[in-house]
């Protein structure tokens, strides 16, 4: 009988199962390791992508398993979210059914490729009690001051009066019905990352060197922190008059504090104070406000793009140090949520100032001349270098002017030296069905006010119509109705729900939490202090930022909310590298998709599996080769076939190394490289593709020998540490061969890297005539007597003259006659 991979398969998923293989113990005096791939959106059918993310989380938590450690290695679903609305409004199906029909479909097949997650821990976002937990910390954040209700722009579909995510916005256009989307003005919640942005950058160096270099980068810049000057530019007494001495002037923020002899115009963000002001008292002409208007139309990461726009807006500043006048205009490049949304520009050192300088014919002042020495007219010269025509700062180089001019202004009172962060506070609220509702009631008396924790979780009402239009929620008859938590009195509960990512901000730490406790806690401490950090976090790299930073951010406030006593989630992060056909990322669209259903049905978990780990080291691109997989399955199939002839042992065979032939010789080392191979694939590198290429070569060195206790250590072996990869066969032949044993006991035996024996050139007169084999550690009398022997019918009765050894190479005999 051969090898037949679907009843192999199924028999020992069954089993691991029903030993609770899969579950993790409760005994923590044992060592443990915390395996996470990152868990999958519901979306209705596994992916290559997933199979790719699973099977090296199943390879790394096997291993640990084998090793003796206490393993956990769970999965759950990340299942709220707009595909479930959106299938709702294009199907009718209810997002609750559509989500849970899918989790069961996806479960099956997650389970057909023997993934090893815990049966006990599974869960889901949308299930009540993660919402209880998840609003309780909401409550508590709420009340710590960290969620908080303000103004922010959306985009927002006049048409279908919701408001659409970016992804919804297909070139400033409503996906649904096309109407042109525009920027407006709403009540939103946001969680204060920013309260946490020092530490968030500080903490990346403990991450160094455990996350990849990248990640920790795309972190860095997310936060991107800057120094600088932030002054105060005072607009001159006629500009003051026109804007109805309503302002004094506004603040800028500048890390180019040594170009500030350059300064030529000042630029306003369209959302500016003072840009509203000219605005809605309607002190420009109509034009120049639909000019406007149309800038604050255009979502901030479009106008930072485009071609730069901007008009004059007739208000002059002074300057705080040549108390000249400069004009103000206002421009599509200010953002208004960085710095103070006003820029001093400074055309000649910088590039935006310089294209809109261009444009507009506005003067260029160059004060910095570059290392070089040369000043090219034609750009702005960016790079630092010494200053000029800078009054008392002239001669200074960029970065001592920088100090001396900050200083200058602090001394003065004219401004200070600031930190900014491009890091904004996280907008958590969606004006959304299918979402963690925000716990919170709005009372005509009190406010805005928790809901008590005793009437927690506020759940969803499953009768609800999904149009698309509007907030089913809010246009729900009854839902929001509620009496005020506080007083009593007829209140209104918000009808936002939280984005998504709340839930995988926490999801990880629910994880550590024993059945026991699964409906009274969240999280137990004990159980995180044993099993936090996660060991191993695997995922995509498109989650490089925002997941892995608002997860960071989580586990910090849950720490200082006294949940949790961990500074960082992750501790070793892998990005695995997608899954490719023909040179493309595989998707619908493209039609290039290889469904992993197929691959199981065809050939089995085990060569899924194998040909994922083998055909590239896991954080690089994996291009899909049909070939390839039928050569795992024929690798596979193989080493199960020869199994069938192995001699079954109890234990390892006592062999006696120096008794072997050269071919026995070798299949040991080439298993026993194998194995030494093993330990740094598991628990460093993760390369195991290089595991597989040893263990292929180690089973075609068997294939050269016959010795019966040399196949079966052999097997005993290579069974041994490809179980992480292909674990249904290797169980099945350990378990038929072998008492299976710890695979930590396996001793490295270094006598099989010694190489016993060198082969020696005999060369006489210069020519070669032999060769001899000789032990490694053989004498220069011993390797002469042998080359003598060996070339005794070119010596015969010649007198020999000189006799030369060159060790490992070869023996030179000159004789004469
Ligand atoms: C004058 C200047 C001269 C600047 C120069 C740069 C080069 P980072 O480094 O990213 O923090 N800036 C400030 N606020 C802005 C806003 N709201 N929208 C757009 N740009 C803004 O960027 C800081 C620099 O970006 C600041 O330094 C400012 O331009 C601009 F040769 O000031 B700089
Ligand atoms: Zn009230």
Redesign the pocket.
Known sequence: MGYEPKSIEKKWQEFWKKDRYYEPKNDYTKEKRYILSMFPYPSGRIHMGHVRNYAIGDAIARYYRKIGKNVLHPIGWDAFGMPAENAAIKKGVHPKKWTYENIDYMRKELDSLGFSFSQEREFATCDEIYTKFEQEFTVDMFEKGLLYRSSATVNWCPHDKTVLANEQVIEGRCWRCDTEVVQKEMDQYFLKITDYAEELLRDLEKLEGKWPKQVIAMQRNWI?R?E?LEFELKLDDDSKKRLGEKFEGFK?????AD?IY??TYTAL?PEHEIVKYLVNNTLLDSESIQKIKKMQNTPPKLRAQAEKEGLFLNLYVIHPLTKEKIPVWVAN??????????????P???E??FEFAKKYNLSIRYVIKPKDGKIDSDR?V?EPGVLFDSEEFSGLESEKAKKAIIDYFEKEGLGKKTI?Y?LKDWLVSRQRYWGTPIPLVKCPKCGLVAEKKENLPVTLPEDVQITGEGNPLELHPTWKYTKCPNCGEDAIRETDTLDTFVESSWYFLRFTTQKEYWDKLPFKKEDTDYWMSVDQYIGGIEHAILHLLYSRFFTKALRDLGYVDIDEPFERLLTQGMVLKDGAKMSKSKGNVVDPDSIVEKFGADTARLFILFAAPPSKELEWNDSAVEGAYRFIKRFFDRSLDVKPCENLPAIDHSKLSKEEKLARKKVYEALKKSKDVYEKNYTFNTLIAASMEALNALNAQKNEEVWSEGYWILSNILEPIIPHVCWEISDRLFNRNNFENIEIKEEVFQEDSVTLAVTINGKRRAEIEVPVNASKEEILRTAKEKAKKWIEDKEIVKEIVVPNRLVNIVVKG
């Open positions: 991107g800057s600088g800028v923020f500048t890390t180019r170009t350059g300064v963000a490049f200010v953002l208004t949520e960085y710095g103070s949304g006003a820029v001093m520009a400074v000649a050192h910088d935006r100032d702005a960016v900014n491009k």
